[in-house]
């Protein structure tokens, strides 16, 4: 099983990027999709879910809002739009996906996960 993220880099406050990640070696369309990301000395926070579906999604409170997910399960991919980009969003921002049908929101609830891509937001 493989999570391949990128689309992570260097932006300006108030910029925005688009994060995708292609998934190989499960069924894609059978797992909810997560975002999680991870600052330096900091836990590993939720970002975004959405359903195997994608009919629904949820997001954690810093990015509401701000960020939206989404997902196209022909290609096999999973992607982050985040605008009105902030410092405070620096981090590495890892995908990760789920046998399970509920929406989760703990990192620990999720069974495969991507290597990561970095978004520095400078101000």
């Known amino acids: 099983v493989q999570l391949q993220a990128s689309g992570g880099g260097l932006v300006q406050s108030g910029g925005s990027l688009r994060l995708s990640c292609v998934v190989s070696?499960?069924?894609?369309?059978?797992?909810?999709m997560g975002w999680f990301r991870q600052a330096p000395g900091k836990e590993r926070e939720f970002v975004a879910a959405?359903?195997?579906?994608?009919?629904?999604?949820e997001y954690g409170d810093s990015v509401k809002g701000r960020f939206t997910i989404s997902r196209d399960n022909a290609k096999n991919a999973v992607y982050l739009q985040m605008n009105m980009l902030k410092p405070e969003d620096t981090a590495a921002y890892y995908c990760?996906?789920?046998?399970?049908?509920?929406?989760?929101?703990?990192?620990?609830?999720?069974?495969?996960w991507g290597q990561g891509t970095l978004v520095t937001v400078s101000s």
């Open positions: 070696g499960l069924t894609f369309y059978g797992h909810v």
């Open positions: 959405i359903t195997r579906s994608g009919d629904n999604t």
């Open positions: 990760a996906a789920d046998q399970g049908y509920r929406l989760k929101t703990r990192a620990y609830q999720y069974d495969y």
